[in-house]
């Protein structure tokens, strides 16, 4: 064997580890399909809600499998004990290898066949403790043509060939029977198990196996592995290239649950959405599909002491057993390393999880997903309704969630194959194509409206029904049809429907017109209703017109939102409203005069903000105006008394200038001094607290100050007597740039006396600013 044998031992080493990894995750992924718990809930929501399925895990074998690595496979492989799975379903667990001699066997039987009920689950975690390494003297070959007929004996014999039976095939995709005497001589081993390799695919197809591989290791054999996929069976859980059984790998463990989770979404035609990733403590975001009608979310917690809170898109933590604002929901693996909520009926929109851990358990990422299986539905309409032969009809398919709403997201149907087809009386089956690719009769592309055209034949008579049918891996089929009938000449009755649906919140209504021209002789009752929507959300009135003879004018309708109630969780920031507004002429046995689409964008109800923003505005506008008006006024103000730049002087009985000084900005705008050597050498002096103060006066001069004096006006050409031989007078002031002081006057002038007024008493003491 020598140096190629050891390196494809380490090879399969490797694989094998990858393999006890997938396995843990095959094992949560299994709980994943389970119903709703067995809290008490109405018997619809406790309804399975995907079918039953027969599978098999197949994991490669070997020796250098690690004991650490074994207790994580024992491990993983309990993990299925906390799934919730339908009782009809079934699993298979087994291990496999080579047969080097003849004591030896290829296979080692780990879980048979096991029925996972209540009592199955809790057997489920003493078999996988049957697993064990394989010795070097055990045979550590990988033989693939043992593996496949293993599982295909586990799948078909005894079960119901209508369940799915699937095989996930975990191997480093290479096979190696050299060392395997059952295949011959040595020298021919590798032919004929390639020989038997064959022999067994083609068993598995014809008993309905479908394979899975999934390759490990540094370099596996992708052709083996694609090479086995398409050797099984082919037809899938529907039938769309997405759900036919195809080989994947893996380049290291951390592609292990994301690949490991398209492969069960591909097999089980369910949808696979990943969301972020990060280490804890995080608040993690996976986006839940508005067609979803259940769906689990899958944390990949990395360290099992990391705990998980759930919280729905309008912010509510939800309970992970039980019912809570009309979904049911059901947690499995909490206590392991990946634990998953099963969500009946889930709230569409972005879900968080948050991710917590204790001090050293916060070094690994934390990833979050989810799978979920949907329904979608379809409303399909003609235009006209009632064609005549030789007219050509445009047929539309708009896709709908189970309640009416439109479809925002393309990713939530992609994948969707739309078949229509046009029947009727006199003519042979006509298929239509219906595209949503804004081309031909599309007006736009990628808004879930699928449309086609039709020319109906010259030989139709009678009844005309087109139909169209919506098929998507994860999403139940959906089929609609709508029927017609071929248009005489001329109709006795026409009308013309025109709406403009704006925006709106629940609870309001919509304003339309709808025009009738009568050309008959008697009078037609025209019926007018909503549909393709779940009943309540929009109504129309009148329910009934009756048109008179010759009559040709509008009448006018109105549509209803149903109040906010009706919408529940579901609102959210806002959605859309898909109905048809149909208009049936019941006097002409219910002929359809108009199917015609419609689609109302529906918000919460604002609040004060959302709805008087304006008025907000403006307010806040007109304050900021009148504040500053105010600040502006009251420098104004304050500069109108401020004492900077009088000009002090101080004038002897005769009338002479004996000093000047020029005043400061002061304190409170009054500017505070002294009369210094008042006998000898007079000047004035800035003194805090001083007997005299001064302070522009707006009306021009100054006031005066004395302490316990009150105040005295002082004009711009006059005095104010400050002792028995000086008076206080203002020189001629000098406007100078700001920051320098005034030029005072010039000594020696004489001035004029002015009265004095009547003081007013001060009431805070000496410093006091005056109003």
Known sequence: MGTVSRRRRERRGWARRGAVRVLGGAAVLISLLAPAGQAPVPVAASAPAFKAVNYAVAVDESASLAPEDMRAEKAAAARIAV???????????????????????????????????????????????????????????????????????????????????????????????????????????KDEGQRQLDLELKDAAAHGVQIWPLGFGPAPDKAQLDHMAAGGYQKGCVELPSARPQADKVSGAKDVGPVLEK??????????????????????????SPLATVGSIVVDKSDPAVSITYFDPSGHQVPTSGTSHKSHFELAGADDAVEALKITDPVPGVWKVKAEAPEGHRSLPVGVSVLWQGELRGSLTMDPPSPQAGQRATVTMRLQTREGYEIKDPADYAGLRVRSQLTGDGFAPQTLRLTDDGKGP????????FTGSVTIPQSANGTLKVSGTLTASGLSADTRSESGQVAPGVLPVTTALTLHPTPTHPGTTLAGTLAVHNAGNSPHTLRLSVADLQPGLLSISPAEITVKPGESGTRNVTLAVAPAAAFGDRLGDGLRLGGTVTVVDTTDHDRPLVRSPLTVQVTPEPGVWEEYWWAFVTAAAVLAVVVAATVGWLRQRRSRRD??????????????????????????????????????????????????????????????????????????????????????????ETRTPKGRRPRPSRPGSRTATAPTEPTAPESGGAYESYR
Request: proline letters at 8%; hydrophobic letters at 30%; charged letters at 25%.
């Open 263 to 288: 492969i069960f979404a591909a097999a089980h035609c369910l949808r696979y959405d990943q969301g972020t990733s990060q280490r804890p403590p995080a608040t993690l975001e996976v986006g839940i």
């Open 442 to 449: 599309d007006p736009t592309a990628s808004d879930g409206s």
């Open 643 to 732: 004492p900077f730049g009088l000009v002090l002087q101080l004038v002897s009985e005769e009338g002479d200038v004996l000093a000047t000084h020029p005043a400061g900005h002061g304190h409170k705008q009054w500017y505070e001094f002294a009369v210094v050597e008042p006998h000898r050498s007079p000047r004035i002096e800035r003194r805090s607290n001083g007997p005299y103060a001064v302070q522009r006066s707006p009306e021009g001069g100054a006031w005066v100050r004395k302490r316990g004096g009150g105040r005295t006006r002082l004009p711009a050409r006059g005095s104010v007597p400050l002792t028995d031989a000086l008076s206080l007078s203002l020189g001629e």
């Open 83 to 189: 799934g919730d799975v339908s009782s009809s379903s079934h699993v298979t667990v087994f291990g496999f290898a080579a047969a080097e001699s003849a004591d030896q066997r290829a296979v080692d039987p780990v879980c048979p066949r096991t029925t996972l009920d209540a009592a199955g689950r809790e057997s489920i975690g003493g078999c996988v403790g049957k697993l064990r390494s394989r010795r070097k003297n055990e045979g550590t070959g990988t033989d693939f043509p043992s593996a496949i007929r293993q599982g295909v004996h586990e799948l078909s014999t005894g079960t119901d060939p209508s369940t799915p039976r699937v095989l996930f095939l975990l191997t480093d995709g290479e096979m190696d029977v050299t060392g395997s005497p059952q295949y011959g001589d040595p020298a021919h081993r």
